[in-house]
């Protein structure tokens, strides 16, 4: 077997005594890595006064990874800048969000140079590299720059724009066509790789044949690759102290209602804001509900170095607060709203003790929320997923309550649906489901990836398991 490496902005790997608060792309990745026996590389997290390029080497939880520290101006202008100031809103279609400057952009190819630079030394001839998310699209190109023809993939874990949006970004062309340095480019969803390809068609002279583009005498494979759950270790959190201790809390302290569930990344993509309205429309127009249900929303803030990130803590703090002050009483609070992360097995037990889960993004890559709440149910007694139809995940959890997250009366009729689902109607579309995000885990994403990076006509098309037999 051919070692990988994994290469991501940042290298997080628990070590103990660390914050669970922990990004998708964290969570899937270690599992992947210790299964490949591979070498994670990316930014510490920490800040350096000179760039010299040193990397830390450690082991932690069963991975190896390499790090390197940043200076205050690549971290300003590269990751909060370009990364998440013009990629991250960009690419989740908040053009209103969109912060366009030479500055990031600048920051945005230094860093990615510097971690070419940095990762060079460590790469074997045979070694497979794969590299993550937006933060680094350039580095495939910035490798071959430097001479090196091992298989590169990258794997895109947000959506990609329409090519309407995409063209607001003044170096459109050139960051594609960097792309196109990688020998497999993996996106969740139909919807982001066709999204690409219409780009290709439009912007530049560069033929399909298949789902492969042919551009500057490579081939690039455009793989769907929807991303899955660590689901036989979250599902290990079943038997668990922490797991049934924090179920019984939520279930004691709920005295008999009915517990509604968001656990977000604080960020404007996940549709917070139109959720709390929804829930509070919910109240106003259905007295009946009132007392009978609460929601607990956990949302540990990330980026706060963002203006936006600031904004949305005001604005959700401010909205709980409000819908507090108009339906609560002297024994009922109708929203409990959580800034802080919890530990899986926490999260496991905070998901099977909610009758229904809300995951309701406005864009979202894929959005592991969704899953790691069906993978935590009681098969005999399942909570109902209400799920925004524009989450990568609506494409494989079609048989969740699928709604529209801009759509505050739509998000009202899912969730009371959702609250008043027949219990049979409740396990099938559960059962249908769990068949998804057991089979389709992230072993089977890892290895579906690495595979096209190895044997690129060994892997088929559209291989997906159907899901959703119930009708919505
Ligand atoms: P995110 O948007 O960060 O990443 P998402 O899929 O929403 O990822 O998953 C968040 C993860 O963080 C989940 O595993 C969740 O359990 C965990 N988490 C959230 N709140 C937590 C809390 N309070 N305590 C502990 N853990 C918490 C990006 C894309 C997604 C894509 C992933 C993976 O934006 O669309 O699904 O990468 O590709």
């Not at 580095?139 to 724009?161: A, K, S, V």
């Not at 797991?243 to 917070?272: F, H, M, N, Q, T």
Request: aromatic share 10%; glycine share 8%; proline share 5%.
């Amino acid at each position: 077997m051919r070692r990988l490496i994994a290469i991501s902005n940042r290298v997080q790997v628990d070590h103990e005594g660390e914050s669970a608060n922990r990004g998708g792309l964290a969570v899937a990745l270690a599992a992947a890595l210790r299964e490949s026996n591979g070498l994670w590389f990316g930014w510490s997290g920490e800040q350096t006064d000179e760039f010299t390029g040193q990397i830390t080497f450690r082991r932690a939880a069963g991975v190896a990874t390499a790090t390197i520290d940043l200076e205050a101006q690549d971290i300003e202008e590269y990751y909060n800048g370009f990364a998440n100031r013009t990629l991250w809103p960009l690419f989740h279609y908040r053009l209103d969000l969109t912060e366009i400057a030479r500055d990031f952009a600048g920051g945005y190819a230094r860093v990615n140079n510097r971690f070419a630079d940095t990762v060079a030394p460590l790469i074997e001839p045979d070694d497979m590299i794969w590299v993550h998310d937006y933060h680094l699209m350039p580095l495939g190109c910035q490798l071959r720059e430097r001479g090196f023809e091992n298989r590169i993939g990258f794997f895109l874990h947000t959506p990609w724009p329409p090519p309407s949006l995409l063209v607001s970004l003044p170096d459109h062309r050139e960051l594609v066509k960097s792309l196109l340095s990688y020998d497999v480019i993996g996106f969740h969803s139909h919807e982001w790789r066709q999204a690409f390809i219409d780009y290709v068609a439009a912007h530049l002279d560069a033929p399909m044949e298949g789902d492969t583009v042919i551009f500057g005498g490579r081939a690039s494979r455009l793989l769907i690759c929807p991303i899955g759950l660590d689901t036989t270790e979250f599902c290990a959190a079943a038997g668990s102290p922490a797991a049934r201790e924090a179920e019984a809390r939520l279930i004691d302290s709920a005295v008999g209602k009915d517990v509604i569930v968001g656990v977000d990344r604080l960020d404007y993509s996940k549709g917070l804001q139109e959720r709390f309205a929804a829930y509070e429309l919910l109240l106003t127009t259905r007295p009946d509900l009132r007392e009978k249900v609460f929601m607990l929303q956990i949302a540990p803030p990330s980026r706060g170095d963002v203006p936006s990130y600031q904004q949305i803590r005001a604005d959700l703090n401010t909205l709980s607060g409000s819908i507090n002050g108009e339906f609560a009483g002297i024994d009922w609070v109708p929203i409990r709203y959580v800034n802080k992360g919890y530990g899986r097995d926490q999260l496991f037990g905070i998901y099977r003790a909610a009758r229904v889960g809300l995951v309701t993004p406005l864009r979202d890559g894929m959005n592991l929320v969704a899953k790691e709440y069906v993978a935590a149910q009681d098969p005999a007694d399942p909570g109902v997923l209400v799920l925004s139809r524009f989450a990568g995940a609506a494409a494989q959890l079609d048989a969740a309550v699928i709604v529209n997250p801009h759509s505050i009366e739509d998000m009202v009729d899912g969730i009371a649906r959702a609250l008043t689902m027949p219990l049979a109607e409740r396990q099938e579309r559960h059962q249908a489901m769990l068949a998804c995000v057991e089979k389709e885990d992230v072993r089977w994403w890892s290895n579906r990836f690495m595979q096209a990076l190895a044997e690129p006509e060994s892997v088929p098309e559209e291989p997906l398991v159907a899901v959703g037999t119930a009708e919505d």
